[in-house]
């Protein structure tokens, strides 16, 4: 049984380009969770889907991000017009909706913008 | 208002001593749950622990144990005989709402360092 995966691990990129990001989570799970991280803190939420459907986003996401998850399967995040502020530890999780709807966590994918 | 407070950020512990470490949580919400997870230098956050608000007795994992109390809404993680490989930081955070409801909130972390 895989866990969370995300792609790519690393991303370096210059102030104003779009850099998009992947997310696979583990293979039964419907709900998936996007978060951020920033240096010294803990994980901030983002977005959640149940299964195709975003159920809820945070106001931290703002007009510039844009996430999916077009099959129910694999998430994507986009950011538009990258900032050095949005230079963050981005996180993945996925959960069953069940039990105590534990959530997973992905390694992560650490953009830095120059 | 903060909703999880951890008020360690650093802690050094020797190799084999128990360790606690504290966090508090702020809810009006009957129905919640409480997770405890660690993160490496690698970056990924792995599941410790999780207590739900109506369970009766404290959760253990293995080394694991989660100090419940309910009133003082307090929710401490106990390692007990720690290890080298348990230097790293450790969150806490919480579930507002019953299973079902969406996202957790971290608090800020421990830092814990195990010396030989």
């Known amino acids: 049984d895989t866990g969370v995966s995300q792609d790519p691990r690393h991303k370096i990129t210059k102030r104003g380009q779009n850099v998009t990001f992947r997310c696979d989570p583990i293979?039964?799970?419907?709900?998936l969770y996007w978060y951020r991280q920033t240096l010294g803190q803990g994980p901030e939420f983002l977005t959640y889907?149940?299964?195709?459907?975003?159920?809820?986003k945070s106001r931290l996401l703002s007009d510039r991000f844009s996430a999916e998850r077009p099959k129910g399967s694999f998430s994507t995040l986009e950011i538009q017009r990258t900032e050095q502020g949005d230079s963050a530890m981005y996180l993945c999780?996925?959960?069953?909706?069940?039990?105590?709807?534990?959530?997973?966590f992905g390694p992560g994918t650490r953009l830095t913008v120059l | 208002a903060q909703k999880i407070t951890q008020t360690q950020p650093g802690m050094f512990v020797q190799e084999k001593e128990a360790v606690t470490l504290d966090c508090t949580y702020d809810?009006?919400?009957?129905?919640?749950?409480l997770f405890w997870y660690k993160q490496p230098s690698s970056g990924e956050m792995i599941f410790l622990i999780y207590?739900?608000?109506?369970?009766?007795q404290n959760a253990t994992e293995g080394r694991y144990s989660l100090n419940f109390q309910k009133a003082r809404k307090s929710a401490n993680l106990v390692i007990s005989a720690s290890q080298l490989g348990d230097s790293a930081m450790y969150f806490c955070?919480?579930?507002?709402?019953?299973?079902?409801?969406?996202?957790?909130?971290f608090g800020s972390g421990t830092r814990l360092s195990i010396r030989p």
């Open positions: 293979s039964e799970h419907n709900r």
């Open positions: 999780a996925s959960s069953l909706g069940l039990e105590t709807d534990t959530q997973y």
């Open positions: 809810t009006s919400d009957p129905s919640y749950g």
């Open positions: 955070a919480m579930r507002e709402g019953p299973v079902g409801a969406s996202k957790i909130i």
């Open positions: 889907f149940q299964n195709e459907a975003q159920l809820e």
């Open positions: 207590q739900g608000s109506y369970d009766q």
